[in-house]
């Protein structure tokens, strides 16, 4: 049966930590793919990464499909390849909950990644599935959307952010 994982949510640092690539394509590796898309859905998401979960892998999965977009995959030791154009966009983020920051994107990107058994695949994404994918891809390098924030949106976001959480800063 496929697991729920906890979610990590900010300022943890495992947020701001590095993933590391996946060498091995084993049960570990499906296991992990298999519970982040059952997290990932569960809480209402459209992407996830690893270490939102507390896991440092470079794994990510999206599904965008009900949100207008056409992915539904795992994205293993994945590498934007081409960005072209810009695009300023919401978005939210399941560790960041309630919190919605326009940020600023590629409109057009190529992605070259592996899916749970190795397999080397490249895909085209543009529109949700860019943003998505660009989303994910910042957080197996240890970047979240706030960290691309000005430094004057990020005090705003950061009381927004520490008012929803409850605290009083």
Not at 20 to 42: G, K
Request: charged fraction near 20%; aromatic fraction near 6%.
């Amino acid at each position: 049966m496929t697991q729920l994982m906890k979610l990590i949510t900010w300022p943890n640092t495992l947020l701001n930590t590095l993933a590391e690539p996946v060498s091995e394509f084993n049960e570990e590796t499906l296991d992990l793919v298999q519970s982040m898309f059952a997290t990932m859905a569960h809480e209402g998401g459209i992407g996830l990464a690893a270490n939102q979960v507390g896991k440092l892998k470079q794994v990510l999965v999206v599904n965008t499909t009900d949100a207008g977009g056409t992915i539904h995959k795992e994205f293993i030791n994945p590498k934007i390849t081409m960005a072209d154009g810009r695009m300023v966009r919401k978005e939210g983020c399941l560790s960041f909950p309630g919190v919605y920051v326009s940020v600023p994107r590629s409109e057009t990107i190529a992605v070259e990644a592996q899916d749970r058994t190795g397999a080397v695949f490249t895909i085209i994404a543009d529109g949700i599935d860019a943003i998505c994918l660009q989303h994910e891809i910042d957080h197996l390098g240890g970047i979240t959307f706030y960290d691309r924030l000005s430094p004057l949106k990020q005090s705003i976001y950061k009381k927004k952010f520490n008012k929803l959480k409850g605290k009083t800063k």
